[in-house]
């Protein structure tokens, strides 16, 4: 099973600035099979990016993902007051699907 | 509009059984893989069971393994969890999520709004 862990666990930033996000997978994650996931209080997970570094229908273009293999990162380019938020990544390209166990954005 | 919506949540005694339901509008629910993920009260999300687009393949996680079975009826745009010998560690808000394509290797672009599952005597 791979797993995945995220850093930091918390991330305090205000609006406007660069957020850079990590997961790093305990082995090389199949063909970018990689997605990371926004989730708000009382709310269900929405997809931001999936294979590594795709946006989604819908994603501004200010999510950005990255990286290939174990090492993968989502970057915020310039924060709006909606982003702050709970971040899983999860890797697709081996069963069990593994979530990371989040990375939370809060309003510093 | 494209949509999940969840049924079936409840309070359950240790030990009991109980069935949720996925229900899917807005698209060709035949031609997607679905899946189940969990998430306890404050914690992060756990991925619980996948069936293919046409119920032929299935998975599940080694915590559920045995004890619940997905199953999907695609004349009515329906996907099911029947949860077994339940236990206080599947107490959990439930999500059904759809995979982008057939396969269940994909990421999980439209999830339902999820039905909470208490286990309590």
């Known amino acids: 099973e791979i797993v995945l862990t995220q850093s930091p666990g918390t991330l305090s930033l205000s609006p406007g600035e660069r957020a850079t996000l990590s997961c790093r997978a305990s082995?090389?994650?199949?063909?970018?099979?990689l997605a990371w996931y926004q989730q708000k209080p009382g709310q269900a997970p929405r997809l931001l990016i999936y294979g590594a570094s795709s946006r989604a229908t819908g994603i501004p273009d200010r999510f950005s993902g990255s990286g290939s293999g174990t090492d993968f990162t989502l970057t915020i380019s310039r924060l709006e007051p909606e982003d702050f938020a709970v971040f899983y990544c999860?890797?697709?390209?081996?069963?069990?699907?593994?979530f990371g166990q989040g990375t939370k954005l809060e309003i510093k | 509009e494209v949509q999940l919506v969840e049924s079936g949540g409840g309070l359950v005694q240790p030990g009991g059984s109980l069935r949720l339901s996925c229900t899917a509008s807005g698209f060709t629910f035949s031609g997607y893989a679905i899946h189940w993920v969990r998430q306890a009260p404050g914690k992060g999300l756990e991925y619980v069971s996948a069936?293919?687009?046409?119920?032929?393949?299935?998975y599940y996680a080694n915590s559920v393994k045995g004890r619940f079975t997905i199953s999907r009826d695609n004349s009515k745009n329906t996907l099911y969890l029947q949860m077994g010998r339940l236990r206080a560690e599947d107490m959990a808000v439930y999500y059904c999520?759809?995979?982008?394509?057939?396969?269940?290797?994909?990421?999980?672009?439209?999830w339902g709004q999820g039905t909470m599952v208490t286990v309590s005597s």
């Open positions: 999860q890797q697709y390209g081996s069963s069990p699907y593994s």
């Open positions: 999520a759809r995979a982008r394509s057939d396969w269940y290797g994909d990421a999980f672009d439209i």
């Open positions: 069936i293919s687009s046409n119920g032929g393949s299935t």
């Open positions: 082995q090389s994650v199949s063909s970018s099979y």
